[in-house]
C-alpha cells in the first residue's frame, strides 16, 4: 500500500474520491520528463530485396493551445534508410481498436519486421514460453515506412501534465488525439509529399474513417492515399449482436454459417464459398424481410424460417424456435458444440475451448480466440522490445486497457447541442472523406469465421452509404477477426495488403 500525502484538503478529498471510483490518480505537481526516445538500426529481405531500416521507438508530446504537454503517444517507425526522394517513399500508420487496445496485434501479428507465430490451424493453446518469433518475409518495408500507434491508456502511451483522460477517451477526441500525432510526425520527418495510408483493426478502422475525417479540419488539410480495414466495423449496428437489433441478426447468419461448415455441423458437400453465399441470399432475399414482419408471419412461415436457419446453422429446431428465430451470437458460440461441453471463439470461430459450466447460457471462461494466442502475443512484444528495439521504460505496457472502454465517450456532438444515444457510425464521414479526396482508396480485409465483425456487415455497410465502391476493394480470407493467425491466409493478406499499395 502506498501513501501519499497531499497538501490541502480539498486535494486529499479528491484523491479519496477518485480513489473510491477506481480512477488513475495524476501527480501533476511533478515535472514532465524529457520524451524518450530510441534509436536502433536493422536489415531485412522484404519483397525480394535486402532492406536496411531504422526503428525509431519514442514518445510524442501532444500540446494544449498554450504549448503545454497534456499527453504523450507511443509510437514504433520503421524508416528506410538510403532513400534519395521522400516524396515518392510511402508511409503507413497502423493501429489495432478495442478501445483500449494497443498496436500489438498488427505490430507483432501482421506488418512488424518480427512476427509471433502461433497455431495455424487454430487447435493449440499458445501455452507457456518460449514462443516462436521470426522474422517477417512478407512484411511491406521495400514498399512502405511504418509507424505503429498506441492511443492514450494503452502501451506506454498515456496522460501528462494537466491532460485529462477524459480529452482522449472517446470517438472525437481520439480521432482528433491520433490526427494531431499524425501532422506532427508528417511535419517532424518531412513527410508531407509522401503518399499516406493508414492501416487499422476492429474498432481501428472506425478510428480509420474518422482520423480521415478529421485530417481535413485545422487548417491543416492532409489528404491520405488509402485506407486499411481490417475486419471492418464503420457502423456498430451489424456488429453489435444484441435483442432487438434486427439488422445484427441478418449480418451475423452467414458467419454462423461458415462457422458451422468449418466444423461440420453444416453445408457437408458444398465448398465453403458456395455454402456462404447461399446463405448470403437467404438472408437477404428471405431472413431480413421474415424479421421486419416479425409477428405478422403466420406459423407456417415462422417454421420453414426455423427449418433454414438449423440447415445453416447446425442448431436444433427446437432450440431456433424457442429463440424466435433470432440468434444472438454469444449463444451461437455456446450452442454449436454444446454435445461436446465445447464454446467456439468470438474472434475467429475456429478456436474451441472446454467449457467448465456446461450449462452457462454463453462462454463463461472468455473467447477461446483470444486467450489462447494473447500470452504468446504479449511475451512476443515485451521480449521484442527490450532485447531487438533496446527499450526501456519506466512501467509496463498495456497491450489491453479495460478501463478505457468502460469510460469511453461515444457522443459525436459538443455537449450542449441535442443529442440521443445511437449506435456508433461513422460511414458518412468516409463517404464525405472519399467525395472531398477522389485519391483515396479503401481496402477491406474480412475473415469468414469472424464472429465479432462479420463478413456480410462490411458488404451491408458498404453497399448503401454512398461510399464510392469503385475505389473499395474486398477481400475475403477463411479465418476470423485476426485472419494473419493463420498461416495460408497471412500469407494472402500480405499479398493484397502489397497489391493495394502498388495500385494492382
Not at 98 to 106: C, D, M, R, T
Not at 184 to 194: A, D, L, V
Not at 235 to 263: E, K, Q, R
Not at 304 to 320: P, R, S
Request: with cysteine.
Amino acid at each position: 500500500m502506498r501513501i501519499i500525502i497531499l497538501k490541502s484538503g480539498l486535494l486529499l478529498q479528491l484523491f479519496v474520491a477518485n480513489v473510491l471510483m477506481g480512477e488513475d490518480i495524476i501527480d501533476n505537481t511533478k515535472p514532465i520528463p524529457t520524451a524518450k526516445v530510441f534509436t536502433t538500426t536493422h536489415q531485412i529481405n522484404n519483397g525480394g530485396q535486402s532492406i536496411k531500416f531504422k526503428a525509431i521507438a519514442s514518445e510524442t508530446y501532444l500540446k494544449n493551445e498554450l504549448g503545454e504537454p497534456e499527453a504523450s503517444i507511443w509510437s514504433v517507425a520503421y524508416i528506410k534508410e538510403g532513400v534519395s526522394d521522400w516524396a515518392k517513399r510511402p508511409v503507413t500508420f497502423v493501429f489495432n481498436g478495442g478501445p483500449g487496445s494497443a498496436s500489438v496485434w498488427l505490430h507483432m501479428g501482421l506488418f512488424g519486421p518480427k512476427i509471433i507465430k502461433v497455431s495455424s490451424d487454430a487447435s493449440k493453446d499458445d501455452g507457456a514460453a518460449p514462443y516462436n518469433l521470426v522474422a517477417n518475409g512478407q512484411g511491406l518495408l521495400d514498399l512502405t515506412d511504418l509507424v505503429f500507434i498506441d492511443p492514450v491508456g494503452t502501451g506506454y502511451s498515456r496522460v501528462i501534465g494537466e491532460g485529462e483522460t477524459k480529452d482522449y477517451w472517446g470517438l472525437n477526441e481520439d480521432a482528433a488525439s491520433i490526427a494531431n500525432f499524425i501532422r506532427q510526425w508528417i511535419t517532424e520527418h518531412n513527410r508531407w509529399f509522401s503518399p499516406k495510408y493508414l492501416a487499422g483493426e476492429s474498432f481501428g478502422t472506425m478510428r480509420a474513417a474518422a482520423v480521415a475525417n478529421t485530417l481535413e479540419e485545422k487548417g491543416q488539410n492532409m489528404a491520405l492515399n488509402g485506407l486499411i480495414l481490417i475486419s471492418q466495423a464503420l457502423d456498430y449496428a451489424g456488429s453489435t449482436s444484441v435483442h432487438h437489433n434486427i439488422t445484427s441478426y441478418f449480418t451475423y447468419l452467414p458467419s454462423m454459417a461458415a462457422t458451422a461448415w468449418y466444423h461440420k455441423k453444416a453445408g457437408q458437400g458444398k465448398k465453403l464459398e458456395d455454402f456462404v453465399e447461399e446463405c448470403c441470399q437467404f438472408a437477404y432475399n428471405t431472413y431480413l424481410p421474415a424479421l421486419y414482419k416479425g409477428e405478422l408471419l403466420s406459423e407456417a412461415e415462422k417454421s420453414k424460417i426455423t427449418e433454414q436457419l438449423a440447415y445453416f446453422t447446425g442448431l436444433e429446431k427446437d432450440y431456433i424456435l424457442k429463440a424466435n428465430n433470432r440468434i444472438l451470437r454469444a449463444r451461437f458460440q455456446k450452442q454449436l458444440l454444446l454435445d461436446k461441453g465445447i464454446a467456439i471463439g468470438c474472434f475467429d470461430g475456429r478456436y474451441m475451448g472446454d467449457e467448465l459450466d456446461k450449462l452457462s447460457e454463453e462462454p463463461h471462461l472468455g473467447d477461446p480466440s483470444s486467450y489462447q494466442i494473447s500470452s504468446a502475443y504479449t511475451a512476443a512484444l515485451n521480449y521484442y522490445y527490450a532485447n531487438t528495439l533496446k527499450i526501456k521504460m519506466d512501467r509496463p505496457y498495456l497491450t489491453y486497457n479495460s478501463k478505457i472502454g468502460k469510460n469511453w465517450r461515444w457522443r459525436t456532438v459538443p455537449d450542449g447541442k441535442y443529442w440521443e444515444p445511437e449506435t456508433p457510425n461513422v460511414t458518412t464521414q468516409l463517404a464525405e472523406t472519399m467525395a472531398r479526396n477522389t485519391d483515396m482508396k479503401v481496402l477491406v480485409a474480412s475473415g469468414y469465421y469472424d464472429l465479432i465483425c462479420p463478413f456480410l456487415d462490411a458488404e451491408y455497410t458498404f453497399s448503401r452509404n454512398g461510399i464510392a465502391m469503385d475505389r473499395v476493394t474486398m477481400t475475403y480470407y477463411e479465418a476470423g477477426h485476426m485472419m494473419y493467425t493463420h498461416e495460408d491466409d497471412f500469407l494472402k493478406l500480405s499479398k493484397d495488403i502489397r497489391k493495394f499499395l502498388v495500385g494492382e
